[in-house]
């Protein structure tokens, strides 16, 4: 367990152009005490990998509206193995279709953040991710 805080990268990949979601939950997991950089729009997902190891984060946010996500994430996914990212943790929210849910999960997406989700979930469900709970200790 660290004591610095929760660092979330928070990006916008592709040609999507609609931000405000991504700033609302920047703000919300600022409020909640993390340090988040936002990464501007039409990022490559080599530009945000780049970006989550320079930045030592420990969670990508990707927020995608365009309908590219199923082509646009495993790329980040990718992009971050091979800059030795692997362990930084990926969380995607916007439009996303309930049928394409679980296929960006098996990729390696620790969660999916549909519209309406309320930004105290989002902020919980981050805490968890970057900062797994240890099991308890069985008798």
């Known amino acids: ?25 920047a703000r919300a997991l600022r409020d909640a005490g993390m340090e988040v950089i936002y990464s501007g729009l039409r990022q490559t997902p080599e530009q945000i990998a780049a970006a989550a190891v320079q930045e030592d984060v420990d969670v990508v946010g990707i927020s995608i509206l365009s309908g590219a996500h199923n082509v646009l994430v495993p790329e980040v996914l990718k992009a971050l ?16 279709p309930e049928k394409d849910i679980a296929p960006l999960r098996a990729a390696g997406v620790r969660d999916v953040f549909l519209p309406g989700t309320p ?12 900062r797994p709970q240890a099991a308890p200790a069985t008798a």
């Open 119 to 130: 930004t105290s979930a989002t902020v919980e469900a981050i805490r968890g991710i970057a």
């Open 81 to 96: 193995e091979r800059r030795g990212g692997e362990g930084i943790a990926v969380v995607v929210g916007g439009i996303i």
């Open 1 to 25: 367990m660290t004591d610095r805080p929760i660092r979330v990268l928070i990006a916008k990949p592709g040609l999507d152009g609609h931000d405000r979601g991504a700033k609302v939950v």
